[in-house]
């Protein structure tokens, strides 16, 4: 299961305020062994949110979003989900009961609206004020406010995913290249995405005074033993030198 992430509002892209659920989810993530395979910052507006929604639930992905659950104009999250998945905006009974044992009377007109989600949806317990968010299929939309969503992400997790555990690569290696380019190592690099498709490549170029090249291989440590065997034999025949850590000089 491929897990990814939607970070919502117009304050992000605009700079007015910074992301912190990026790194929160990672971290979160990482203590179980799991890890982010996409994420998107989106802002508010409808027809954006539409798309990356569209996108999102084409997929059988684990995803989690978080920000636009709100009752004001600029809060289009609840609405955009119910037109993409096309299911009507409904009271949810659960959320009604949430809001109004919170609020009383004081729930109306306004905070109720935040009890209408898209037909067939679950609830996500909220622990602060009592307002939910909302699960429909294996999407999860939470507020945008760190202290609300964070206690709600690890209730999913324990509650909706406790089997969830240890997707992400077992482990890696990394080696360094100095003089050379990238270029020189195509045909083995390509080589290895075929042969070992199982395994995760990543060549990072570093530019400066002394460039060198960043070679990581993620995964079982048996496959990628014998692929950088196939890499390091490659890397030698083309002249260059390799070693598992850089020089001071670096």
């Known amino acids: 299961m491929n897990i990814g992430a939607l970070i919502i509002g117009d304050e992000l892209l605009s700079g007015k305020r910074q992301d912190r659920h990026f790194n929160h989810l990672q971290s979160v993530l990482s203590d179980r062994g799991l890890e982010l395979s996409w994420t998107i910052i989106v802002g508010d507006d409808a027809q954006q949110l ?78 602060i004020n009592r307002v939910p968010g909302f699960s429909f299929h294996h999407h999860h939309f939470m507020p945008g406010f760190p202290e609300m969503s964070w206690p709600m992400l690890q209730w999913i997790l324990d509650n909706q995913y406790p089997q969830l555990r240890n997707l992400a690569p077992e482990t890696e290696q990394v080696i360094y290249v100095t003089q050379g380019r990238e270029s020189d190592l195509l045909d083995v690099m390509t080589k290895i995405v075929n042969e070992y498709p199982d395994l995760r490549l990543s060549s990072l170029p570093h530019i400066g005074k002394s460039p060198y090249i960043e070679l990581s291989l993620r995964g079982k440590k048996s496959r990628i033993e014998s692929a950088m065997t196939i890499l390091k034999a490659a890397i030698e025949q083309a002249g260059l030198v390799w070693s598992t850590q850089l020089s001071g000089n670096h």
């Open 50 to 127: 539409q798309r990356v929604l569209a996108y999102s639930f084409s997929t059988e992905d684990l995803v989690f979003s978080f920000g636009g659950i709100g009752a004001t104009p600029d809060d289009r999250t609840r609405q955009s989900v119910a037109m993409v998945v096309n299911a009507p905006l409904v009271p949810h009974p659960e959320a009604v009961a949430e809001i109004k044992a919170q609020f009383g009377e004081a729930a109306y007109p306004h905070r109720i609206l935040m009890a209408e989600l898209p037909k067939g949806s679950r609830i996500i317990p909220n622990p």
